[in-house]
């Protein structure tokens, strides 16, 4: 269970090795001994990082882990890294998903979110970006629709199997029948050279017939088929109503545009908001404009029209732009909800319209199917009326015994051509119709497919927000911090609540924006299931932590992961672990290496 990594011109690393067992490794050192640089060592194993020892043209990584060998290889080329070998991650959508909730360096993109206030959306759903949804949603739909058609098909050939099968039967002993009343026959007369060309030649012309009657009877039958096959598709075609949406494009445009302002508008209020109330709350006025401090109350000059105001007027003031941020925010949402419906409709039109265009292609097959076999139909009915008119020839020329035993032959010919076509189409009946279950299995797991992508992103919010709340809840069991709670909104923005009131995140000490911020990588690692790709978890830039809260944070990520790698200074307590000694590894200098 032991992974290997053996590392030459990594970051700050020129030569190491180490080894990483299941649990807590803790590499321990002080500043320039590499920790940082053999996280992001990992990293480029990995396959989410490419950074080389400065100055360096080329770097490696060997890795061993117990399910392969993966070798990276980086070389520096026209002022950029490019990457050769095989990673231990390679699909996109793996290496996005580590990158983002396996990687918790102090670069993770979640975590500076964050620490920035930033609304976490889009860095939390960033994988769906990889999937290309949609895509594949029309992908299954054609799978789809192709299965259906099959399936109705396959259905059809089992309702027909038990009448052409007792065909088959039925045929079988009417020829076993003929060929003894044949061999009677046979017996009881005789017959010279003449009679028996005679008998040969209207013997055949009545196979002749028999053939262009039973070609007409299929013909007819299949000609049936396809006009009622049409027929339905007309009606289809007829019944079909494609919505009529008005303007749908650009009222969906112009929703999007609206939408796009209101998130702007609210972002700029949002900025102002912030800034003003931590103004207010850290009592900091004078760092902006001149403050006179009176008995009955503070009287400071506006530092954007210089006019003189009191810190109430102030304080009322952040309240009304709360009310607008709060008015805008609910705009946004109705925008939103407008935008959703308008994608909705659209997909209504697109689909309605792939389905005339599919039944148009449809009924036009089929009208040259008709023309087709009508014409052939037009054709053995000619060749029924010659070989009628050669049976009459020739049956004037036979006598009664020639003429029975003739019919005979003709009938057995007859028998033997409609049991081997009949034989033939119970084979292909039998072919389609065993298909019937896998092919039903087949739409079942299409439909579930469709059904899951069109909900994915739903239920990845979903999750994501519910995991972020049952992950916070461990937190504040474990931390004592000084906010009550967090939790994130149906928008993604991290709201916090002290005292019983929303508070600025910007109020937060750094910590506690830490801990915030681990929660919401937890929270996307679970609504992702990360560990499936990759069963390790890289802690890195934990200096805001004091030694009780870092082995706490440290005991609670073990929980979640196989493999926890995070570094640590020497001034912290020993850690349940194992523990990973930096100063046998060769780094580059002080000002080459990263501030480990």
Known sequence: MTWTIEIERIAGILDGSATVEPGLNVVRGSNWQGKSSFIESIKTALGTST???????????????????????????????????????????????????????????????????????????????????????????????????ELSQAR???????????????????????????????????????SESVRRQLSQARTEQNQ?????????????????????????????????????????????ESLSQVERDAEVLQSVYSATEMVLSENRLDLLTDVERDIDGDTVTCWTCESETTRADLADQLDTLGSELTTLRAQKETYRDTVEELETQREEISQARRRKADLEEEIADLEATLADRKQSLEAARNRLEGAQADVERLSDRVDETVAELSDVESEIKYREAELEDTADELAQLETRAARVDALEADLESVRDDLAELRSRKDRIKREAREAFDTAMQDILSRFGTGFETARLTADFDIVVARDGQEASLNALSEGELELIGFVAALAGRQSFDVGDAVPLLLVDGLGGLDDDNLHTLIEYLQQGTEYLVFTAYPEYTAFDGREIDPTQWTVANEKQASAD
């Open 212 to 256: 262009a009657r039973n070609r007409i009877e299929r013909l007819e039958q299949s000609i049936e088929r396809t006009e009622q096959r049409l027929s339905e598709r007309e009606d289809d075609l007829d019944a079909l109503e494609i919505p009529e949406y008005n303007d749908v494009e650009d009222k969906l445009a112009e929703a999007r």
């Open 156 to 194: 059809e050939a089992k309702k027909r199997l038990p009448s052409v099968q007792e065909k088959v039967t039925r045929l079988e002993n009417e020829i076993e029948d003929l060929q003894a009343k044949r061999e009677t026959i046979d017996g009881e007369a005789g017959s010279d050279d003449s």
């Open 51 to 149: 950074e080389l020892t400065e100055g360096a043209d080329s770097g490696a990584v060997h890795l061993e882990t117990p399910t392969g060998v993966y070798d990276v290889t980086l070389t520096r080329e026209n002022g950029t890294v490019a990457r050769q070998g095989q990673p231990y991650l390679t699909d996109e959508y793996d290496v996005i998903r580590a990158e983002l909730f396996a990687c918790l360096d102090e670069r993770n993109a979640v975590r500076q979110a964050v620490r920035a206030g930033d609304n976490l959306e889009d860095v939390l759903l960033r994988p769906l970006d990889f999937q290309n949804i949609d895509t594949q949603i029309e992908t299954l739909q054609r799978e789809r629709e192709q299965i259906e058609t």
